[in-house]
């Protein structure tokens, strides 16, 4: 079992809508998760933290962690064609001291005019 | 601040050939991070160094070798490439405060 999980899409959504992605992760230890987005070509950029259960709010995204469950998720609203991008979950391992993160395979999303 | 600069940007290296992919940051963070992406596969740890003089394993370090020259500068090198080393490389910087890393623009790497 892969300790961070992800569907890969793409998933398609329309301009304007919202745009929802899912993580699980098997680490019950974890205290800290991260979105990147990244654009075909390009390096992983941050674009939220969260650290505590519950909602963080960062313009027209949401990240959300939920440890009962174990999972995370970002929601993108108003979405853009400019949001079209792979979206790569990213949490800590709790054995490890040196910071080093576990990375999902990332969602793909499209967003269609 | 430039963050984290990394070069080349583009390399091509026939079977055998070794090089080395350097990796500086202006951020003055402690930890430093070497990732190989390949498609379906996502984002593996080959190295990384803790701190300065420090330097560990990750996931996939067979035909690697790293050098923390400095705070700022973290290097990798191929001592002899495999095509199976074809990939897209990132470093990475870690602030110690909230556990964030930043990556670097990438090396795109084939060998032929």
């Known amino acids: 079992q892969k300790e961070v999980e992800q569907n890969s899409g793409p998933l398609s959504v329309p301009e304007g809508a919202i745009a929802s992605l899912n993580c699980t992760y098997s680490d019950r230890g974890s205290q800290s998760f991260f979105w990147y987005r990244q654009y075909s070509g390009k390096s992983p950029e941050l674009i939220m933290s969260?650290?505590?259960?519950g909602d963080k709010e960062d313009g027209r995204f949401t990240a959300q962690l939920n440890k009962a469950s174990q999972y995370v998720s970002l929601l993108i609203r108003d979405s853009q064609p400019s949001d079209s991008a792979t979206y790569l979950c990213?949490?800590?391992?709790?054995?490890?001291?040196?910071?080093?993160?576990?990375f999902g395979a990332g969602t793909q999303v499209v967003v269609t005019p | 601040n430039a963050g984290v600069t990394q070069t080349p940007k583009f390399q091509v290296l026939k079977t055998g050939q070794s090089m080395t992919l350097q990796c500086a940051q202006d951020?003055?963070?402690?930890?430093m991070y070497w990732y190989r992406q390949d498609p379906g596969m996502g984002l593996r740890l080959i190295y990384y160094s803790a701190s300065e003089g420090t330097t560990d394993k990750g996931e996939v370090p067979n035909g690697y070798n790293v050098s923390r020259l400095n705070k700022r500068e973290f290097s990798l090198r191929l001592e002899s490439a495999a095509p199976s080393q074809t990939s897209v490389y990132f470093c990475?910087?870690?602030?110690?405060?909230?556990?964030?890393?930043?990556f670097g623009p990438g090396t795109r790497l084939t060998v032929l």
């Open positions: 969260i650290y505590s259960n």
């Open positions: 951020m003055n963070h402690n930890s």
């Open positions: 990213a949490g800590p391992r709790t054995t490890d001291s040196w910071g080093k993160l576990q």
């Open positions: 990475a910087s870690r602030s110690g405060t909230y556990n964030e890393q930043f």
